[in-house]
């Protein structure tokens, strides 16, 4: 086995300590700030629209099982190969020793040892889900333009278009996709939403939307986005999703779910069920707007409410699960214990999915179901503050769907999906029904 040398865990070459100052003028690293942007050229792929085309609806494409393969897709892995055979990559993550842990959920374990022990002390606070952009902090237009793969955005007439040698067009802001130097897994990279807008680390419906068509333009059912707010484990306070390839079904794809409402875009919520974590489920939509909004919606109401949260974005659009956390609450509390601590394990979106990566060899020798569940059910909120959180996420979904009605949680189980909607008003522990 290759031995892979440990370096501190930053997504880009240019996060590193004593490199926070804004280059000079003219400063020649071919950085994305104003000194070196004029006049660069980057590949540009435009998405199709995920909304009315031509006067039709166009419905939400789930991944077949014997798929072509697409454009985006293989863009992608060209793009994030070349810059590998480039030398870009902090270390060689196809070196990294992988196994699906026996059990009933098959949690993934990867030893990756390139993902230094000691992170890097976070750059703003842990307890605050809302915080202002802050120029003096590491962001991605610090980042060389050789980390940059392609821009991203939506189509003007609805079709899938790509140039191979775009003008950057800064005064629109456009949006990057990006390599992650310490990468999870293979094709590793970074979504960057309207990257010169400076955009702190919150959801908003526009980027929100934007990730969702990458997943299904990339239409590989191996190939997931996910999204760390702020609290709980991005580490960046600038606007990104990542998104990488695991050719094995996730852990928290496999769990049953139970229905809670139908929205009136055809958005089907349900309840994850039997899993360490507890979360909402998305599913479904008349068109890919109406899962985008209804998701980010949820994402907006949880951001306002100070509530850390991950996304994750599955089956190529088609799933998408949101997952309240208070792993570093209680981390600032003293309530977890040595030997969670021991592990330098922080539970982001891709650890609470189930992929658990790992950077001591102990701990991946003695990886175990109880072990994963044992750390992921520190991550979950409580049943009872669950109900406070799922109970404001209806509100506000509610209160832009007309076409649901607060229900009181106990009764979700015996609400007929033929109930007549009709809106009435109930505490903040009740759930928003059909």
């Not at 006049?39 to 166009?58: F, S, T």
Request: glycine residues 6%; charged residues 20%.
């Amino acid at each position: 086995m290759l031995s892979i040398k440990r370096v501190p865990t930053v997504v880009s070459n240019y996060q590193k300590e004593g490199s926070d100052e804004s280059p000079a003028e003219g400063c020649g690293r071919n950085c994305l700030k104003s000194c070196c942007i004029q006049g660069a050229r980057l590949p540009l792929y435009a998405c199709k629209r995920g909304d009315k085309i031509g006067g039709k609806e166009l419905p939400l494409l789930g991944c077949k099982e014997h798929y072509p393969v697409a454009f985006l897709d293989s863009l992608i892995l060209g793009e994030w190969e070349e810059r590998m055979q480039r030398g870009l990559f902090r270390y060689d993550v196809t070196a990294c020793e992988t196994k699906v842990i026996p059990g009933e959920y098959g949690f993934i374990a990867q030893l990756n040892e390139g993902r230094h022990l000691k992170k890097r002390p976070t750059e703003f606070r842990v307890d605050k889900v809302l915080q202002p952009f802050d120029e003096s902090k590491f962001n991605f237009t610090k980042v060389g333009q050789e980390e940059v793969l392609f821009q991203l955005e939506p189509s003007d007439d609805g079709e899938a278009q790509f140039s191979p040698n775009a003008p950057i067009d800064v005064d629109n802001s456009p949006s990057f996709v990006a390599i992650n130097v310490s990468p999870i897994e293979y094709g590793h990279v970074l979504l960057i939403p309207r990257i010169f807008e400076c955009l702190p680390q919150r959801i908003d419906h526009e980027s929100f939307l934007l990730a969702l068509q990458m997943a299904v333009e990339a239409g590989n059912p191996y190939f997931r986005l996910g999204y760390n707010s702020l609290g709980a484990f991005a580490t960046i306070n600038h606007l990104h999703f990542q998104a990488y390839y695991l050719a094995m079904p996730f852990p928290i794809e496999k769990a049953p779910t139970r229905k809670i409402t139908t929205l009136s875009g055809g958005v089907k919520v349900s309840k994850l069920l039997h899993y360490p974590v507890r979360g909402l489920v998305f599913e479904g939509g008349h068109t890919l707007e109406n899962l985008a909004n209804a998701v980010s919606e949820a994402c907006i109401c949880l951001q306002h409410n100070n509530v850390p949260y991950n996304v994750l974005i599955s089956d190529c659009g088609r799933q998408i699960f949101l997952l309240p956390q208070c792993y570093a609450e209680k981390q600032a509390l003293g309530e977890v214990s040595a030997e969670l601590l021991e592990t330098q394990v922080n539970p982001a979106v891709w650890e609470i999915s189930g992929h658990m990566v790992l950077k001591r060899k102990k701990d991946y020798d003695e990886a175990s179901e109880a072990n994963a569940w044992r750390l992921l059910a520190e991550v979950s909120l409580s049943e009872e503050r669950y109900e406070e959180v799922t109970a404001l996420v209806f509100q506000a979904i509610a209160s832009v769907d007309m076409n649901v009605k607060p229900q009181c949680a106990e009764e979700v189980d015996a609400v007929s999906p033929s109930t007549q909607p009709s809106m009435v008003v109930g505490s903040q522990k009740c759930l928003v029904l059909l």
